[in-house]
């Protein structure tokens, strides 16, 4: 398949001309309507063989794995999905390697209601850059700069599972934990209903710590961590004793929770709309935003946070830790 015949194949695919796009694929640039009383949301998140993901991961697990953490981004900042642009650089056009990867890619296009917008194929080492356009009501994207003190944090899921995922798609299993590493849950939903809630809010992509300390530098504070409040994936605690579990669930990226904070005097309301809108997810309050400018855990001595995830290092001065004694 030569690059012109990649292109055909896109555009000859169904549901790709929306009626947000006045310009689809074929032309020199696409053109989308943005609804009045909103602002376009734009994130870009390039994946790389051997980097982000296995050099011999099927092309199904990339394709679908490249679009959810560029979604994430889009969850994070509180915004709808609409759009979506391929970069793909790969060193041949095998088609049916091609087919199985927009198959991938495409997977959640329904559920979230996507149109490829455009795209472009370059021959080269394999990798995958995914624009990602969403719509938010005017003023209302969820920012990392409006944490305040008092304010509580919360985190989506239970983490460090993805430590696990990663070892386990790395060594090529077949297994639903190595599956996991590729089909990454995105809280797009979580984000939206999160607009009218949170001070601050944050994707886990590079560790708890370090995605924290963003909002930290951003909103001029500090947080604090409560060793035993953090919630760590089941299977990890069964396979690594407790106080690893911990450090990996705090410094590994990939989970892709979203990390937020939600001022005390809001609280009771969130409380109120979770419970209606998403009566099965639980959300775990691990800490609270304090005065100054580094994240620390409390609690626990002697954390060793100098782990990193998969090619995401972690600054060694992100994280002060200090210990209050508690246990
Ligand atoms: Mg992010």
């Known amino acids: 398949m030569s690059e012109f015949t990649w292109i055909d194949f896109l555009s000859s695919q169904p549901d790709l001309q929306e009626n947000s796009v006045s310009v689809g694929i074929g032309d020199d640039a696409a053109v989308m309507r943005v609804p009045r009383g909103h602002e376009l949301v734009m994130s870009v998140d390039t994946s790389v063989a051997g980097v982000h993901f296995p050099k011999d991961a099927a092309p199904y697990d990339i394709g679908y794995r490249a679009l959810a953490v560029a979604l994430s981004d889009l969850a994070a900042m ?79 899921k239970a983490l460090g599972q993805s430590a696990l995922a990663l070892e386990a798609a790395k060594r090529g299993e ?74 990996i669930a705090l410094t590994h990226g990939d989970d892709y929770a979203l990390c937020f904070t939600i001022p005390a005097s809001r609280l009771r309301a969130w409380q109120a709309l979770r419970a209606k809108q998403f ?29 990193s995830g998969y090619q995401h290092g972690m600054q060694s001065d992100v994280v002060s830790n200090r210990s209050t004694g508690k246990r």
């Open 279 to 307: 009566p099965h997810a639980t959300l775990y309050p691990v800490g609270k935003i304090v005065e100054g400018d580094s994240v620390f855990v409390s609690g626990i001595e002697d954390l060793n946070l100098q782990q």
């Open 174 to 247: 077949q297994t639903a934990l190595a599956k996991s590493f590729y089909t990454v849950e995105v809280e797009i939903a979580l984000g939206q209903a999160l607009r009218d809630f949170a001070s601050a809010c944050i994707d886990v992509s590079d560790g708890l710590l370090a995605d924290l300390y963003h909002i930290c530098k951003r909103s001029q504070c500090g947080a604090q961590i409560e060793a035993d409040t953090v919630c760590i994936d089941k299977t990890l605690l069964e396979k690594v004793e407790a106080k690893k579990a911990l450090e």
């Open 78 to 156: 509180g915004a709808n999905p609409c759009w979506v642009a391929l970069s793909l650089t790969t060193p041949t056009f095998d088609s049916d390697w091609l087919a199985e990867l927009y198959r991938g890619f495409t997977h959640t296009f329904s559920q979230y209601s996507l149109t490829l917008i455009g795209g472009d194929t370059t021959q080269g080492p394999l990798a995958l850059s995914v624009q990602v356009y969403g719509l938010v009501p005017t003023g209302s994207a969820l920012l990392r700069s409006g944490a305040n003190v008092g304010d509580i944090i919360f985190v989506s």
